[in-house]
């Protein structure tokens, strides 16, 4: 594949038709995949593989994806298999985030584009199928009474064939772009056993029959889908990061330049919007994200979601910007990396904190902004956590009251600044060189920098004192 170097072309090049076939074409192959009986989990299975070996080989011409993904599916099963160790889950992650790694370090070699379609991104999703695989077989030999809620729910005491686990590994709404699921989640998908708890078969109406409530939700999935592939395409040659460099945009004034940057930022996501929201869907259609009923009898299917997009664009504060934003990547790292290098019996500190922050980094691959991004982003969570806690309970009602205007004020101004650090600091994830990142920050005045920078120097230089002191004295009490 040629890599293309201009920040315009790829602007013009961002979805290739290939992915976005395969994105679509996932909807009927998921409306047959529902038509194979569960009765038959094998053919099911089967179905997966199947289709994966389309997509790799006619479709998307990327025959040694195929072949390396294969190697890392086949490295994990055999290691997880007969390696009964404490250190197996850890010698998996090892294998598959090394070859992941060195994979990386080619497409930087070769100075592909991150809308390049090659091994990396499918690789990416895989590699959270097999390290959480692997911390699930793990949690399977230990005592039910040594694992949390989750563990619980998701180990594996039943070792699955070569086929059951090729079928799991190559689930065909999620192959190329996510989200990733869990192997749990996936036999549920299989043998359709979401539908059968105690809870949910009251409630289905009679007549109706699930696939009628999942049509509906994996179609308006679509739909959305592709209004924020349409938004891309129409807008994405012109509001772009990238454009922060350009000639007439340095030639406005600083004000203008950090308002007209905000408009950047809403259509540079809108391609990761639509490829998520369109594999939801497909997703949705084989059974995966049910989540129960509503008050009113509605179908939720929520569990297949991977970004909530009103709460990014309108953040109410940063942590749940955050927990809105990739959300199946973040469940990953919670439960296969922040919780499992935490001592036991200890809560998480900031050693398991930096060692999430450097997989996330590493998963995503070495360009320098990625960094960029990431180091940003820890002294953005610690200058909204400082204001969350020393800040927000003098705006927030008291206990059985209405927010007033001043509360709806404060939660204007968040939203507000919210998206606007956003806009500021993911800009070097997409940009990925640091030279034209700082460059693109330079041109912004420096905004996010001044703003989070100087809300850590006031908190710690006695402003946190200051204001503990006074929330004491107005008898204001701060968030649990």
């Known amino acids: 594949m040629v890599a293309v170097n201009t920040i315009r072309d790829r602007r013009l090049t961002a979805f290739s038709a290939q992915l976005i076939?395969?994105?679509?074409?996932?909807y009927p192959l998921g409306s047959l995949y529902i038509r194979v009986p569960a009765s038959q989990p094998n053919l099911r299975h089967l179905f997966s593989v199947t289709v994966a070996v389309l997509f790799f080989f006619p479709v998307l011409k990327i025959y040694s994806a195929f072949f390396q993904l294969l190697a890392s599916i086949l490295a994990t099963y055999f290691i997880a298999k007969y390696d009964k160790s404490k250190k197996m889950p850890w010698i998996v992650f090892v294998v598959v985030m090394g070859h992941l790694t060195v994979n990386h370090v080619i497409r930087a070699v070769y100075g592909f584009s991150y809308e390049t379609m090659e091994v990396t991104g499918p690789q990416m999703v895989l590699t959270m199928k097999l390290t959480t695989f692997a911390w699930n077989?793990?949690?399977?030999r230990r005592k039910a009474e040594e694992l949390d809620k989750w563990q619980l729910s998701k180990r594996v005491t039943k070792y699955p064939t070569i086929l059951e686990f090729l079928g799991y590994s190559f689930y065909f709404p999620g192959l190329l772009v996510g989200p990733y699921l869990d192997y749990a989640e996936y036999m549920d998908v299989v043998n359709e056993t979401m539908f059968n708890h105690p809870d949910v078969r009251p409630k289905i109406k009679p007549g109706r029959r699930m696939p009628s409530y999942?049509?509906?939700?994996?179609?308006?999935?679509?739909?959305?889908?592709?209004?924020?592939?349409?938004?891309?395409?129409?807008?994405?040659?012109?509001?772009?990061f990238g454009a922060g460099l350009k000639p007439e945009f340095r030639k406005m004034s600083l004000v203008k330049r950090i308002i007209y940057f905000q408009a950047f930022?809403?259509?540079?996501?809108?391609?990761?919007?639509?490829?998520?929201?369109?594999?939801?869907?497909?997703?949705?259609?084989?059974?995966?994200?049910?989540?129960?009923?509503?008050?009113?009898?509605?179908?939720?299917?929520?569990?297949?979601?991977?970004?909530?997009?009103?709460?990014?664009?309108?953040?109410?504060?940063?942590?749940?910007?955050?927990?809105?934003w990739n959300m199946?990547?973040?469940?990953?790292?919670?439960?296969?990396?922040?919780?499992?290098?935490?001592?036991?019996?200890?809560?998480?500190?900031?050693?398991?904190?930096?060692?999430?922050?450097?997989?996330?980094?590493?998963?995503?691959?070495?360009?320098?902004?990625?960094?960029?991004?990431?180091?940003?982003?820890?002294?953005?969570?610690?200058?909204?956590?400082?204001?969350?806690?020393?800040?927000?309970?003098?705006?927030?009602?008291?206990?059985?009251?209405?927010?007033?205007?001043?509360?709806?004020?404060?939660?204007?101004?968040?939203?507000?600044?919210?998206?606007?650090?956003?806009?500021?600091?993911?800009?070097?994830?997409?940009?990925?060189?640091?030279?034209?990142?700082?460059?693109?920050?330079?041109v912004l005045g420096w905004y996010g920098h001044v703003v989070i920078m100087g809300s850590l120097l006031f908190f710690y230089a006695g402003g946190a004192a200051f204001l503990k002191g006074l929330q004491k004295s107005m008898g204001v009490a701060p968030p649990a």
């Not at 076939?21 to 996932?26: D, E, Q, R």
């Not at 309970?393 to 001043?406: M, R, Y």
């Open 21 to 26: 076939f395969c994105l679509l074409v996932a």
């Open 137 to 140: 077989v793990f949690d399977g």
């Open 214 to 240: 999942r049509k509906r939700a994996a179609y308006t999935r679509m739909l959305l889908g592709l209004i924020y592939l349409g938004i891309f395409v129409v807008f994405g040659p012109k509001f772009y």
């Open 265 to 324: 930022g809403p259509v540079e996501r809108c391609k990761y919007y639509a490829i998520w929201t369109l594999t939801e869907g497909a997703s949705i259609l084989t059974g995966l994200g049910f989540t129960g009923f509503g008050p009113h009898g509605e179908a939720h299917w929520n569990g297949a979601a991977n970004v909530k997009v009103f709460t990014i664009e309108f953040p109410p504060n940063f942590k749940v910007l955050l927990d809105s």
């Open 328 to 442: 199946k990547t973040n469940v990953w790292l919670r439960e296969c990396v922040y919780k499992r290098v935490t001592p036991k019996g200890k809560k998480p500190g900031f050693a398991s904190s930096m060692i999430t922050f450097f997989t996330s980094a590493f998963w995503h691959g070495i360009a320098s902004g990625y960094y960029l991004t990431f180091i940003m982003g820890g002294f953005i969570t610690a200058a909204a956590r400082q204001a969350r806690t020393l800040i927000r309970p003098f705006f927030a009602p008291a206990e059985g009251q209405n927010p007033g205007l001043v509360k709806h004020l404060y939660d204007l101004t968040t939203i507000v600044l919210s998206a606007m650090i956003l806009n500021y600091a993911a800009s070097p994830f997409i940009i990925l060189s640091a030279k034209d990142s700082i460059e693109t920050w330079k």
